[in-house]
């Protein structure tokens, strides 16, 4: 039974009977993993308040070879982040880049998922511009690290490239953009229209370089929160929205 000590983000955690907490943590070394943490309820724990979702630290634990419950000694607190906790859509963005990664993250261990999703979650702490932005951002670029992004600069049909003022569409089924002409030969239910400006909003929220200037609002921001709804449930989720978005979207309306 190997002691393991590794740089974890806690994602979420669970109450576990009446003294104890199981947490999800994203994990440098081991990828994601459950811990419980005995006795992290009782007002005199060890552990304090420091095991709540989004914060960062160094995990200690007992790494039990063929089982998913490891029990956790030890956690040196890196960073909190109970900013997120005062403003609803920092913590509802917060809960959706977690969920992204406690859905779909691989089982092996990924450096730059682990320190993307943490870029991520300090984005949303700091960030004073639009919020909207800035989580569509980060939840579309956790995604591409995770393989799955959306090509939508050609065609994903006949390979033709698509130019700024083109009507195109997304074809949420085929994971990316179709041309007009290639609309007429195909028969998707999972089509919808791609206009020119929701395109090039989708070009910035995609591309970590240069980002879209938050200061900025998104003039498409419903179309970009229905595209990337219903990409993450068609692509990951087996068709049913993330409950983590079902949320986000109730404070962003
Ligand atoms: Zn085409």
Redesign the pocket.
């Known amino acids: 039974m190997p002691l393991v000590t590794t740089e974890a983000t806690v994602l979420k955690t669970y109450e576990y009977s009446e003294t104890s907490k199981i947490l999800r943590l994203l994990t440098r070394d081991l990828g994601l993993c459950s811990v419980i943490a005995k006795g992290a309820r009782r007002p005199k724990s060890r552990f304090g308040g420091l095991l709540e979702p989004f914060t960062d630290g160094e995990a200690t634990f007992y790494a039990k070879e063929g089982r998913e419950l490891h029990t956790l000694s030890g956690f040196e607190l890196h960073r909190e982040r109970q900013a997120l906790g005062r403003e609803l859509v920092r913590y509802a963005g917060a809960g959706l880049l977690s969920e992204i990664v406690l859905r779909f993250a691989p089982a092996a261990a990924d450096d730059e998922l682990f320190f993307q999703l943490r870029r991520g979650l300090d984005h949303l702490v700091e960030e004073n511009g639009d919020l909207e932005i800035v989580i569509l951002q980060q939840a579309w670029q956790l995604i591409e690290r995770l393989g799955f992004a959306p090509s939508i600069d050609?065609?994903?049909?006949?390979?033709?490239g698509?130019v700024g003022d083109e009507d195109c569409f997304f074809d949420l089924g085929g994971g990316g953009a179709?041309?007009?002409?290639?609309?007429t030969r195909t028969s998707g239910l999972s089509l919808r229209p791609l206009k020119p400006r929701a395109r090039a909003e989708l070009i910035g929220l995609l591309s970590p370089r240069p980002p879209l200037p938050a200061a900025r609002r998104l003039e498409t921001a419903p179309a970009q929160r229905d595209l990337l709804r219903d990409f993450i449930a068609y692509h990951l989720a087996d068709h049913r929205p993330l409950n983590s978005f079902r949320f986000l979207e109730e404070r962003l309306r």
């Open positions: 050609r065609c994903t049909l006949c390979g033709a698509i179709i041309c007009a002409r290639c609309r």
